[in-house]
């Protein structure tokens, strides 16, 4: 397939990424759990992405993300992405 996702724990933000394959080209839904905290905000190539305010309105959006209950949703279209949370 070729498709990639990455997760790097750089302290203050942390790192998610993608790369499409033949299989994984149509976009992916980063979850990370046990988050004690809201992030400060989520970016992707320098621009911040929308806070969509929950699960349910992530998944009618393009991309963005959401925070419930300790847990992260971070949603990003197809092609070579990386997404940036900030802490």
Same mark, same amino acid.
């Given at each position: 397939d070729g498709g990639e996702v990455g997760q790097e724990d750089l302290g203050a933000? *942390?790192? *998610? %990424?993608?790369?499409?394959?033949?299989?994984?080209?149509?976009?992916v839904v980063f979850e990370v759990v046990g988050l004690a905290k809201k992030p400060a905000g989520v970016s992707e190539s320098g621009a911040p992405l929308n806070d969509a305010g929950g699960a349910t309105?992530?998944?009618?959006?393009? %991309?963005?993300?959401?925070?419930?209950?300790g847990t992260l949703w971070v949603k990003l279209p197809s092609g070579p992405k990386t997404a940036i949370v900030t802490r």
């Open positions: 933000t *942390l790192q *998610l %990424s993608k790369k499409d394959g033949s299989e994984l080209k149509y976009g309105a992530l998944d009618a959006a393009p %991309s963005g993300w959401a925070f419930e209950n």
